[in-house]
């Protein structure tokens, strides 16, 4: 009795959470941005509930507004759900302009830009997929091998499983490879309008960088109120963690 309670009242939520995205989606449409942006974020911070659609619809508000740091943020956020939309990382890429830092990424070479070139094809989760196929494929290949009786189709079932054993490691290798990225991977979005990254983790620690609204940073460790971040050109050093926000 109290599991169909609690599936009807998830049912409810996720029907009531619909149909305020579609009024926030209306809002949006006729332009009142401030409005559907309140909607957008009670969806999420009452309902508990999230998407891309919901995060991108949410950065485009942002974006209307002007407002460059929750913009990014939230395109950040889609890609996070849905990594690789092409239309999410358009519209990031306008309001990567707002910005007033030009921070240079610096590119990997050799072997291991090969390797995440790869793995990067697919988030995890369809790594995991694809893995599954070729399982279940492999297994039909052994059956077919199994119980075959003519010598030239065990030659081709035994060829196909090797094929299909050598494709099975390489997926669940780069799934592995891309859940392991995504798990130390520690995106985040300055949102003080300016906010000053030092040697140390305390005031008294010399300046390293000034960054602005909307910079993003990756975060390597936290002491107490201090964060240490990497840019995308390799710099590092140490930001209060109050002028920046995760976005996972």
Do not use: C
């Amino acid at each position: 009795m109290k599991n169909i309670l609690y599936l009807f009242l998830l049912i409810s939520q996720v029907f009531f959470a619909q149909g305020r995205f579609e009024s926030a989606n209306a809002l949006y449409q006729k332009g009142k941005y401030e409005e559907a942006v309140q909607v957008y974020e009670n969806i999420i911070k009452e309902d508990k509930l999230e998407s891309a659609e919901l995060y991108f619809n949410l950065a485009n508000s942002y974006y209307k507004l002007n407002k460059v740091a929750p913009s990014i943020y939230n395109y950040e956020k889609a890609l996070v759900l849905k990594p690789n939309d092409s239309e999410t990382l358009n519209n990031l890429k306008f309001a990567k302009k707002l910005t007033i830092d030009e921070i240079k990424e610096v590119p990997k070479v050799g072997f291991a830009k090969l390797i995440q070139n790869f793995t990067s094809i697919y988030d995890y989760n369809t790594w995991a997929k694809i893995s599954v196929g070729i399982a279940f494929v492999f297994l039909l290949a052994f059956i077919g091998y199994y119980f075959s009786q003519l010598t030239l189709l065990k030659r081709i079932y035994f060829i196909g499983m090797f094929i299909l054993l050598i494709a099975l490691v390489l997926t669940v290798s780069a799934g592995m490879s891309e859940k392991s990225h995504f798990d130390n991977d520690r995106p985040a979005i300055v949102f003080s309008e300016m906010s000053e990254v030092r040697s140390e983790p305390q005031k008294a620690g010399s300046a390293v960088i000034l960054l602005h609204e909307g910079a993003k940073v990756y975060v390597l460790e936290t002491v107490g109120s201090w964060k240490k971040i990497e840019l995308t050109d390799g710099t590092e050093g140490w930001i209060d963690s109050s002028t920046i926000k995760e976005v996972k």
